[in-house]
């Protein structure tokens, strides 16, 4: 059986679980046109990368 991708070519289900890797852990919401996931608590933004989110607090970008 066979997913159809979601956003930015993500699985749905795991587009559901996502959450910000600070210790808040806000569900990350998606950017389609930046292809990224954004953490709607701290604002950060998490780069997508050949289809695999990359939940990296070093690798984020602040988008304020």
């Known amino acids: 059986m066979t ?3 979601g956003p930015l070519g993500l699985d749905p289900t795991l ?3 996502l959450a910000c890797p ?3 852990h806000s569900p990350l ?3 389609e ?3 990224e996931l954004v953490c709607p608590t ?3 933004a998490f780069p997508v990368r050949d289809g695999i989110p990359v939940l990296l607090l070093d690798e984020a970008r602040q988008r304020s």
């Open 3 to 5: 997913t159809t991708p």
């Open 15 to 17: 587009l559901e679980i």
């Open 22 to 24: 600070d210790t808040h």
């Open 29 to 31: 919401t998606v950017d």
């Open 33 to 35: 046109a930046a292809g």
């Open 42 to 44: 701290c604002d950060r």
